[in-house]
Structure formats: C-alpha cells, structure tokens
C-alpha cells in the first residue's frame, strides 16, 4: 500500500505515529462522547436519543480500532456490524428528527388557534365598547333630542288651539311648525332605534318594518299584506346597512302614499339564495320611470342602495301599480342559524 501511495519505508515510521495519533483520536473522542451521555443522560431527552443512536457505532468503532491496532483478530462481521450500528443510528435520528418536526407542527397549530382565539376575544371586546357607546348615545340622544322635541310639539298644539281664533294669519306657521316637529322627532326615532346596538338585526329590523307599515297603512285606511316571517336568520348588519334598509322603505311608502292613489300594499321580507329581499308593492296608478327617474325620493333610494352595495328595481305599469324590489347580497355576512 505504501509503495501504491509513493511512500518509501523510510517514511514508514512518520506514517505509523500519524495513524496512532488518529487511532487515539478517535478513541478520545468516543470516550468524550459516553462521558457527555453519562453526564446528561437523565437531564435532557436529546442526550438520550444521542446515547440510543450513538452507542452502537461508537462501540462498532471502538473494536475497529481494537482491530486496526492489532490488539484483537480482525472478524468478517465486524464490517458488518459496523454498517448495522450505522444505518441503526441513521434511523434512531430519523425517527427523532420526525418526531421534533410533528411536535413544532402542533406547537405551530396551537399557537396559531391561540392567537385566533385572542383576536376574537379582542374583537369582541371592541364590538362590545361599540355597542356600550351606541347604547350610550341612543339613550342621550332620547333622554335629550327627543324629549325636547315632544315638548314643543306639545306646546305648538297648545298655542294653535288657543289662538286660532284670535290670531288666523298664524295658523299656518302653527300647522307648519307642529308638522316639522313631527318630522324631526320621527327621524330622530329612526336616527336612535339604528343607533341602538342590536343583538339581532335582521329580525329587529322586521319588526320595525311591520310596526311603521301597521301604523302609517293603517292611519290611511289602506288594505295591506305583510308577508314578514317572524323567525328570520340570525344575520349581522352594521349600521349604515341597518338604517339605509329601513329609509329605503319608508320612502317607498310615502312616495307611494303620495302618488299611487292605491287601495292595497303588499309588503314582503326574505331571505333567499344569500339574498335579502324587500319588495313594496302597490295596485295604484302606476307611473313612468324614465320620465321620473330624476326625482328626489326615487334618487335617494337609488344612492343608499348604492352605498350599502344592495341592487334596487323599480318596475311599474300605468293603471296597474307599482313595485318597488331591494336585493341585498348576504353571502359574505354571519348566519348564525
């Protein structure tokens, strides 16, 4: 082998210590090894998992060398045990390796399902500080706003009654202001029930539907259908959703009050296909929609509509009535039901 390698037998000697200090070497690290294993074995588990791995190549190493230095007879199954104590540790490192990578995936998962769960705990907290200051601002806005409101309606009835008679050029002024107070305190009821925070908005906002059409048809002396399920979807709506809905509907009725000349109503309310549907339909005089497409009350539909990102029909026939059809998507909002 020497002569192979182009060493003389002179350098024998230099060749023999340089594979004595590499025997030794080997044989110091090995016993470093088993010593670092005794040492903590008991006090980390990665210790362990090393001495299972290690133990059998370190002792598969430890007869190589008994063998290379000729203090024991050289055995065909040394090579072989060698290869088994190697392919052995490769193994025990495998499965560890595998082991560690399961355990940092469910650390990953649980921290993650943690910090889901603390963003809905947050999020919670804040819909909460919400609704604590709708409830707040709702409250002061009837405490104050409308209770000053009522209190000069009253007394704008008063003074017309009593002077009425003494003073008749007055009497329209007196009319004109108990009727703008009437406004502004039914739009500020309106402004303080959308403030509200509600725990279920869909079916609150039914129920409102269904008290302003019985109170406002019934005042008329109009015939009306209200088909509102009682039991709707638990579906979430802010609250500019909220109050465009119910606007939306109040100027369908009034427009339709003033101009359709109807003798019935038919009020729907559903949800179908991730769709609410309002429909407000009337057997009145009907009217052309080009020709008042420009008008107020049907250009102030149109924009909530709009910003609420619902689509709004109107489709109407002369002498037959009036229909008018709210589509709001709900696909994306929380159904709790």
């Known amino acids: 082998v020497l002569r192979t390698l182009g060493i003389t037998m002179s350098w024998f000697p230099v060749v023999q ?4 200090v590499i025997i030794s070497g080997n044989v110091l690290f090995n016993l470093a090894t088993f010593y670092i294993i005794l040492k903590y074995y008991k006090t980390y588990s990665r210790v362990r998992i090393m001495a299972y791995a290690y133990t059998p190549l370190m002792l598969s190493f430890f007869l190589n060398t008994l063998v290379q230095s000729g203090l024991m007879p050289s055995y065909p199954i040394f090579q072989y045990v060698i290869i088994g104590s190697f392919m052995f540790e490769v193994l025990i490192f495998t499965l560890f390796f595998g082991r560690q990578f399961r355990k940092m995936e469910n ?36 405490d104050d706003i409308e209770a000053s409101m009522s209190a000069i309606r009253i007394l704008s009835q008063v003074v017309k009654d009593q002077f009425a008679d003494k003073v008749p050029e007055a009497t329209p002024l ?31 906002i039914a129920d409102r539907l269904r008290e302003y059409a019985s109170q406002v048809l019934a005042a008329q002396g109009l015939r009306y259908q209200l088909d509102i399920p009682h039991r709707l979807p638990v579906i ?12 939306i509907f109040k100027e369908a009725i009034n427009n339709s ?15 179908e296909a991730q769709h609410l549907i309002l429909e407000v339909t009337d057997d009145g005089d009907g009217f052309d929609i080009a020709a008042k497409a420009t008008g107020n009350g049907l250009t102030n539909m149109a924009g909530r509509a709009r910003d609420i990102g619902a689509a709004l029909k109107i489709t109407s026939t002369i002498g037959v009535g009036t229909t008018v059809q709210l589509r709001l998507p709900i696909g994306t909002m929380v159904d709790k039901i």
């Not at 200051?133 to 002061?140: F, L, Y």
């Not at 009727?179 to 509200?196: F, K, R």
């Open 107 to 142: 650390s990953r998962e649980h921290y993650e399902l943690q910090f889901a769960s603390e963003q809905q705990a947050a999020q919670a907290a804040v819909q909460a500080a919400e609704h604590r200051i709708k409830d707040r601002i709702a409250r002061d806005l009837h």
């Open 257 to 271: 009050l003033k101009h359709s000349n109807c003798r019935t109503k038919i009020i729907r309310l559903k949800v």
């Open 236 to 247: 979430e709506l802010d609250v500019a959703t909220h109050r465009n809905i119910y606007l």
């Open 17 to 20: 210590v340089i594979f004595y």
């Open 174 to 204: 007196l009319k004109q202001i108990h009727a703008s107070v009437l406004t502004i305190q039914e739009s500020t009821s309106d402004l303080i029930w959308a403030t509200q925070a509600h725990p279920d908005y869909l079916n609150d």
